[in-house]
């Protein structure tokens, strides 16, 4: 089958592309009056104690800058390496039948590997988020 | 602000008032027993909603306006102020209830005499507590105000003129308003009964009365035995105490006092396993005068024996030095902490002695005889002193300033899952709690130092106040002390009233605390049900009491009246249905896969520490021991009652919630009893020595008249001597430990209060363990504030 595509090129005077710059202009100005109006309108009164951070009630503790321990790293990292699984297999998905089943049977053993190492990943303890780990 | 000087509203006046009246944001902050009433106004039958305050707000940044619901106390007060300074503008401010009107009952060093020193107040809203009702009649005032009174237009769009929020300003003692207890006109003569209050006792006319001797005790075989053991071993510095009225009572030198209580802790027989109490006397104003300045009273208990032990220490000195108890029960930490903040009494090797309920920058020990016990005998307590009194700085309190690693975190004292004004304060690692340490003493009400000064009859109204979820049950374990003391016989319908009324209340605080704990936990509907059929108890309590939390119904030697009519029918419709809807709570409850995974092994405590660390009530039931003082130390009817004790064994949150669950079947069971088999006969005792006389009997004969006079007013004479007893209250072993001086008001009155020593376990249970885990902890643990701060 030919590949057709679904749009021509794009020209400046095209009748849609005017009307879709009108529309996004239109919703900058509203959003622009809405914030202004919000942040305009009413009584605004500051003083130290309002712009101290809420902390129940007591003054917060000065001068806290904790490092940020939480394993959101590890997180970040296992997304990272499985992520990467996605941009293999879209792009096996768009051109699966010129590959052939030859193509089929390269994705399906890397689905395969990875699938393993996040059996490993989770026997090893790594997902686990307890007390008392990294 | 005069309304003929407001000018008429215009358009857009008109309708940002619309706005403003009509979508009114509470801040959801509970100070004291009015915010139940509170709580109860957002429920269905009050529906709050209706007036478009749906949802109180967690964050002050999200309301507009703040209920000051409750007691202002003084340590409480720069968070009062600090949250109202947080909101954004405009904003209202309601006063909920006398306290935080006038300081109400709580004339005393540590309340505030009303919120309008430090903040400015647009309604006033009367009672103690007032009900639902009155608060919703509150918010309607306060859109009327809002619609007659505010000119919000020219504010909102930055035009000189035009008003909106809270416009009145502070109130001023002698400017516009007056803390004076006598009321105006009366500045010659001093406050009612001062005269006869320590430390002179210079007015008393008690001493031109005549009682019996408080009863003495025949002192049972195994105490008998002890004593003479401890005579043997400790020779004369172990001496036994007679005549006594309650229990067994040793006095003991401070140099052997800690050999003598780990004697008693590990090898006596029987072992006294729990320090029940730990509290101290002012001796100073004793009369004749004391040879000691101080006397450390220590109250122990034993599980196996079901038997208490008073061990006295007297002290000389100013400011005399103590052992510390810490090594022998670690309960022992926060007793001592309180002895030194209200006495100035040391402790040697104790692990933290600092004060525990007042600020940390307070002058004084409350609790001395020479102290004054009156706010309205203090300087007034103004928004300067709120400003400048701030809170001890969390990184300080808990002995890590610099620390680099950790979050420290303040959670309270205003927050939702704290139940009052608990403040905890956390050093975080992620979510993790590395550390973890408590503030209390928001709460204090100083109801120990009010007992000084009230007849042995006006503080029963205070007692109601002390847990304010327990209403009667609350009377029925002072009661309990003071006829000990003098020996009152109770009649049996009275006694079976007091068991009805206190199983009522028992049901009534396990409704509250199953919907708040699964509220806690992100489960909104079952408070919704919980609190429906709360109301219905409160309705019988109204029907049979005239209030609603706090009848103060009980009297010396029996109740206020009789049952009304009608008070049958209102019990058995009530019974009648309960026990199906105590099903459907567990249907919704029990087998959520998310509420088991939050509850589930979490906070769990063992039986050994349970017992060192003084707990009491269904979180000691929930760890495997069959402990309820109406079965083992059995007091008022219930040894005429059949029932058992639910307990649990993983001494867990979820083990601490299916406890309270099977306790409510089994008050359910009692109150039926109780209904079925009400003895006829009276309902106050006859010994009108102490008992105020009924109605009746004044108008017939004068000998009635009279005492009715002299008890009413002056207040009953009591019997010197002491005596302690403590009641199962729904949260746990409620004691009351009374020194009389043969007075018509205590010497002493001191609390033993069960949420004190449970939720002192709290670095114990929820050290190690996420946040998360810290809210279903102090859900399961059913606290109260001013059971723990009193």
Redesign the interface.
């Known amino acids: 089958m030919d590949f057709v595509p679904t749009h021509t090129d794009l020209s400046p005077w095209t009748p849609g592309l005017v009307s879709l710059a009108i529309y996004a202009l239109m919703v900058f100005m509203l959003i622009g009056v809405i914030l202004w109006l919000a942040g305009w309108l009413g009584e605004k009164r500051v003083n130290p104690e309002k712009l101290r951070p809420y902390e129940c009630g007591v003054l917060p503790s000065p001068g806290l800058r904790p490092p940020h321990p939480a394993p959101f790293y590890l997180v970040a990292i296992f997304f990272l390496i499985f992520d990467v699984e996605g941009a293999f297999i879209f792009s096996w998905a768009v051109a699966m039948e010129p590959l052939g089943w030859w193509g089929w049977l390269e994705i399906t053993s890397f689905i395969g590997i990875l699938g393993l190492s996040l059996v490993y990943l989770w026997a090893k303890g790594g997902l686990e988020w307890g007390v008392g780990r990294p | 602000m005069k309304l003929a000087t407001t000018p008429e509203p215009n358009i857009a006046d008109r309708i940002i008032n619309w706005a403003h009246a009509n979508s009114l944001w509470p801040l959801f902050f509970g100070l004291s027993c009015c915010f139940v009433e509170e709580a109860v106004a957002f429920t269905a039958r009050y529906d709050i909603a209706r007036f478009g305050s749906e949802v109180f707000r967690g ?3 999200q309301a507009d306006v703040l209920i000051v619901s409750g007691t202002v106390f003084k340590k409480a007060a720069p ?2 102020l ?2 109202y ?2 909101m ?3 904003k209202w401010v309601i006063s909920m209830g006398s306290c935080s009107n006038s300081g109400g009952m709580y004339d005393v060093y540590s309340v505030v005499q009303g919120v309008d020193q430090i903040l400015p107040v647009d309604v006033y809203i009367p009672g103690c507590p007032p009900r639902p009702e009155a608060l919703l009649e509150g918010l309607m005032t306060l859109q009327k105000k809002i619609r007659s009174r505010e000119r919000p237009a020219r ?4 035009l000189s003129g035009g008003n ?2 809270s416009s009145g300003g502070l109130r001023v003692d002698g400017r516009d308003k007056a803390r004076d207890a006598r009321g105006p006109g009366y500045s010659g003569c001093g406050i009612r009964g001062t005269a006869e209050l320590p430390p002179h006792f210079r007015g008393s006319r008690t001493d031109l009365m005549w009682t019996p001797p408080a009863p003495a005790l025949e002192l049972s075989a195994p105490d008998q035995q002890l004593a003479a053991v401890l005579a043997q071993r400790f020779g004369a510095a172990v001496r036994p105490l007679a005549p006594v009225t309650d229990m067994l009572t040793l006095e003991t030198d401070p140099g052997r006092a800690l050999e003598v209580l780990r004697y008693l802790k590990s090898e006596a027989t029987p072992r006294y396993e729990r320090l029940e109490d730990l509290t101290a006397i002012d001796e100073s104003a004793r009369n004749p005068k004391a040879d000691a300045d101080f006397t450390l009273v220590y109250h122990l208990l034993s599980f196996g024996a079901a038997s208490r032990l008073r061990l006295k220490v007297p002290l000389s000195g100013s400011e005399p030095t103590m052992e510390s108890l810490t090594p022998l029960w670690p309960s022992a930490n926060w007793y001592e902490r309180e002895v030194f903040d209200m006495f100035g009494l040391r402790f040697r090797n104790h692990p933290n002695l600092r004060r525990l309920l007042m600020p940390h920058d307070w002058v004084g020990h409350p609790l001395r005889k020479d102290y004054p016990g009156r706010a309205t005998e203090m300087a007034p307590f103004t928004r300067a002193e709120a400003e400048q009194f ?2 001890m ?3 300080e309190l808990l002995g890590r300033e610099g ?13 939702y899952s704290t139940h009052g004004v608990l ?1 905890v304060v956390l050093a975080l ?4 709690i590395v550390d973890l340490d408590l503030d209390i003493g928001n709460h204090h009400r100083g109801v120990e130092k009010i007992g000084e000064r009230q007849s042995w009859h006006q503080f029963i109204p205070y007692t109601d106040r002390v847990d304010y979820l327990s209403g009667v049950a609350n009377n029925l374990s002072y009661l309990s002390a003071v006829e000990t003391l003098a020996g009152i016989e109770v009649p049996e319908r009275a006694q079976y009233i007091r068991v009805m009324l206190s199983e009522l209340f028992r049901l009534s605080n396990h409704l509250l605390f199953v919907g708040t704990f699964v509220q806690d936990l992100g489960m909104m509907n079952p408070v919704f049900y919980t609190f429906r059929e709360r109301e219905q108890i409160m309705d019988i309590v109204e029907l049979i009491t005239g209030g609603r939390l706090h009848p103060a119904w009980f009297r010396i030697g029996g109740t206020a009246m009789d049952l009304p009519r009608g008070w049958k029918e209102a019990v058995s419709n009530f019974t009648s249905t309960f026990a199906k809807r105590i099903g459907e709570y567990q249907a919704l409850i029990d087998r959520n896969p998310i509420f088991l995974a939050r509850v589930k092994g979490v906070g769990a405590i063992s039986l050994t520490e349970a017992m060192d660390w003084g707990m009491s009530g269904a979180n000691l039931r929930a760890c495997g021991l069959e402990w309820d003082l109406r079965k083992k130390i059995p007091y008022a009817a219930y040894p005429a009652f059949d029932f058992e004790i639910p307990t649990a064994d993983a001494g867990d949150c979820l083990a601490r919630y299916r406890v309270r669950i099977e306790e409510m079947r089994q008050s359910l069971k009692i109150i039926e009893q109780a209904a079925a088999r009400m003895p006829e006969g009276r309902y106050r005792t006859a010994d009108y020595r102490y008992a105020i006389p009924s109605r009746d009997d004044t108008l017939r004969d004068i000998e009635s008249l009279i005492h009715h006079f002299v008890n009413v007013t002056r207040g009953p004479k009591l019997p010197r001597g002491e005596a302690y007893a403590a009641t199962e209250a729904p949260r746990g072993e409620q004691g009351y430990y009374l020194v009389s001086e043969g007075q018509s008001k205590p010497y002493r009155l001191r609390i033993r209060a069960p949420g004190f020593a449970n939720i002192q376990t709290l670095p114990l249970l929820a050290g ?3 946040v998360s885990d810290l809210v279903a902890i102090l859900g399961s643990l059913d606290y109260i504030l001013p059971d723990i701060d009193r």
Request: negative net charge.
């Open positions: 964050s002050p940044r968070v009062v600090r949250l300074e947080q954004g503008e405009p504010t909102v769009f930055h909106q929020g701030q809170p700085d969390a990184a620390d680099n690693e950790n979050l420290i975190l303040n959670l309270g004292p205003h927050h403040r690692r992620g979510e993790e190690g363990r996420y």
